[in-house]
Structures are given as structure tokens and as C-alpha cells.
């Protein structure tokens, strides 16, 4: 079982940034994916972006330029960096990790465990 824990949302300035972070405990596979999806009300959870443990990252087409994942190892540990945040990346911010494979797409059926959530709102 693997346990996902958010951290880092808040409130923001539209142009400003925030770094979202997510420990993992319990048991690291030795190949994985682990990712960000959001979710604003009233919409589907959509993927913002996907670390596999190769280091190959897959980003929504949309926030490519803005949005950077990266992974602490040492930590267990994903990151999610948003950079020039605009009021419609408003949403509740969720981790996500597989239960051993690699993440080829950006869908959530690629994922097996979830976190609680971290939410970020961002004002005009």
C-alpha cells in the first residue's frame, strides 16, 4: 500500500507561484509513475503532468512552459512547481502514483493510489 500525502496549495495572485509537494511512505515500487491531476468544481479531474522513476515526464499540452514536475528520491517525494498562475488553474491539486508501472498517458486509470488533496485558488 502506498500513502500520498499533499502539501504547498494556498492562495495566490493571479502571475504568481506556488510548489505543491507530495510524500509518498509505505511501499516504493522500484518503477513507477507518480503524477499531479486537478480538479476545479463542476469539472473533471484532468492530469497536469507525470513523473515516470526512468525520468521520463509527460505534461498536459496546456501548461507546458509553466507548470514543472520534478522527484526527490532520497525524499520519496514529487514536486510540482506552477509558475505565472492564472485564476483557472484554480483547483483542488491531487498526487497520484501507479502500483509499479509506468505511466504512458496522462489518464487517471493509470494510477492506482491517490492523495487527499491540496488546494490552490489563484485571484484576479
Known amino acids: 500500500q502506498v500513502r500520498l500525502v499533499e502539501s504547498g496549495g494556498g492562495s495566490v495572485q493571479a502571475g504568481g507561484s506556488l510548489r505543491l509537494s507530495c510524500a509518498a511512505s509505505g511501499y516504493i515500487y522500484s518503477s513507477y509513475c507518480m503524477g499531479w491531476f486537478r480538479q476545479a468544481p463542476g469539472k473533471e479531474r484532468e492530469g497536469v503532468g507525470v513523473f515516470n522513476s526512468y525520468g521520463g515526464t509527460l505534461y498536459a499540452d496546456s501548461l507546458k512552459g509553466r507548470f514543472t514536475i520534478s522527484n526527490d528520491n532520497a525524499k520519496n517525494t514529487l514536486y510540482l512547481q506552477m509558475n505565472a498562475l492564472k485564476p483557472e488553474d484554480t483547483a483542488m491539486y491531487y498526487c497520484?502514483?501507479?502500483?509499479?508501472?509506468?505511466?504512458?498517458?496522462?489518464?487517471?486509470?493509470?494510477?492506482?493510489?491517490w492523495g487527499q488533496g491540496t488546494q490552490v485558488t489563484v485571484s484576479s
Open positions: 497520484a502514483a501507479s502500483g509499479g508501472w509506468f505511466c504512458r498517458t496522462l489518464t487517471r486509470n493509470e494510477l492506482s493510489y
